[in-house]
């Protein structure tokens, strides 16, 4: 059983209330003079203080037990997460670019590459039977597979890995008592969510392995709505994971000010634009729609093309996912909205001196961020989105992500339970100015009670 934590800031700043409560209290029936009340004051939050200083050593982190070297070695190990998740995410880009993912038309868990010319050719016999090959790659030679098929295994192979990372520095640290069961709570729906991802990516390759029902001439690809669903898996566990690493490294907000609350009320729906935004464009890539309407402004001439509605009547609602100018240009609207709001966000909190540092920086490379990815998405687009184009794009999708959960994080209300130090300070500073006031001759002082 983990035991109730005790903060002891937390607990000072509770006793310094309940004493002032009292001395006000008194002052209401007894009448005291204002220097009594002012000296009440001052011993109330005094003793808050000497007991703030006096409480021994106890472990207040909501999710870690063992001190600063336990949140250390937990901090560091799911940033090393992060960057692994960043990673997947990138090499899979890289894999659907480069038309890697139908390489394999099979899934076993464990997967042993082929080594010899016979596996090879084996491998390459059940390719070739796959609509991909039938359609696109006849040209294709042993040789030229090997490519598409090393890329595709190594990223179902590192994805493999990165369980391992999870599972086994995780036994140690449970072992040493270091997880909480809140934290172990997160991650095993992070462990949960990864291993739906390997499923879910098998099931995305599936549908590209069998012809296309509706136009069977057409290249095959994968669904973009399972292309989508694996992609937001991906963003999610990433974001999720994030923020836990910001949990564990930063359990107490930098400041608590009340002017703080404008920009923190805005950070939420602006991540919320950005994570619809990156949305659609897990569309435009299941749909390979940037290949088409190559200029920007302007599509095909025109700020919004002639074949938006094409299918409209004939599929409905699915217009807006499986119609490629619907599609494009749905993502374009967005990306721009994003990046007016990210600009307005900017200019109305970035200089009103209300943020602490870690926020104003924050709040810089979102708006850096954002104009960098706009300006690949663009780049992208008129180059027909050459891989190396295309990933970074992607990539810089997850920059974006984490600067905006940065700053989430930075501005987020501290946790219920009590006072961080910066707020306890304050108020020690308060009050102590109340006091003063109190001694000055003719001040009258009004108690409200609640």
């Not at 595709?152 to 449970?174: D, I, K, N, S």
């Amino acid at each position: 059983m983990i035991p109730r934590r005790v903060d002891p800031i937390a607990g000072a700043g509770h006793a310094a209330w309940r004493a002032y409560a009292a001395s006000t209290a008194k002052a209401s029936t007894a009448a005291p003079s204002s220097a009594a009340l002012a000296t009440a004051a001052r011993r109330a939050f005094s003793s808050a203080a000497t007991t703030a200083s006096s409480v021994p050593p106890v472990a207040t982190h909501p999710l870690v037990n063992g001190g600063p070297a336990a949140e250390r070695a937990l901090g560091w190990w799911l940033a090393g997460g992060c960057a692994w998740v960043y990673s997947m995410v990138v090499l899979g880009g890289v894999t659907r670019l480069t038309r890697s993912g139908l390489s394999m038309t099979d899934w076993k868990f464990v997967e042993k590459p082929p080594l010899t010319a016979e596996d090879w050719d084996a491998e390459f016999a059940k390719y070739k039977e796959s609509p991909e090959y039938k359609k696109t790659n006849t040209w294709m030679t042993v040789d030229d597979f090997k490519f598409i098929y090393w890329m595709e295994w190594g990223h179902r192979q590192w994805g493999r890995a990165l369980g391992g990372y999870f599972v086994l520095p995780l036994a140690y640290f449970a072992a040493k008592g270091w997880v909480t069961r809140s934290l172990a709570t997160r991650l095993a729906t992070f462990f949960g969510l990864g291993a739906a991802q390997g499923a879910i990516g098998w099931w995305m390759v599936k549908s590209g392995l069998v012809e296309d029902a509706d136009n069977p001439s057409n290249a095959p690809r994968v669904s973009p709505y399972r292309l989508a669903t694996h992609l937001t898996g991906a963003f999610t566990i990433y974001v999720a994971m994030l923020w836990t690493t910001l949990d564990v490294m930063y359990p107490t907000p930098p400041v608590v000010r009340r002017a703080a609350e404008r920009a923190r009320a805005a950070a939420h729906p602006l991540a919320a634009l950005v994570g619809v935004t990156a949305l659609s464009g897990a569309y435009v890539a299941g749909m390979d729609a940037g290949r088409a309407y190559n200029t920007f402004p302007l599509m095909d001439g025109k700020w919004t093309p002639d074949e938006y509605w094409s299918m409209w009547e004939s599929r409905g609602w699915r217009n807006f996912f499986e119609n490629t100018a619907a599609v494009q240009f749905d993502h374009r609207a967005l990306a721009l909205t994003t990046l007016a709001a990210v600009t307005f966000v900017w200019g109305a909190h970035r200089f009103n001196g209300h943020l602490p540092a870690a926020a104003t920086a924050l709040l810089d490379a979102t708006a850096l961020v954002t104009f960098a990815q706009v300006g690949l998405g663009i780049s992208a687009l008129l180059n027909h989105v050459p891989v190396s184009l295309g990933s970074l794009h992607q990539a810089n999708a997850l920059n974006l992500f984490t600067v905006v959960v940065g700053l989430m994080h930075v501005l987020r209300r501290p946790r219920a339970g009590g006072l961080p130090a910066p707020a306890f300070s304050d108020a020690m500073r308060v009050a102590s100015t109340a006091a003063k006031t109190a001694t000055k001759p003719g001040v009258k002082v009004k108690v409200k009670r609640k």
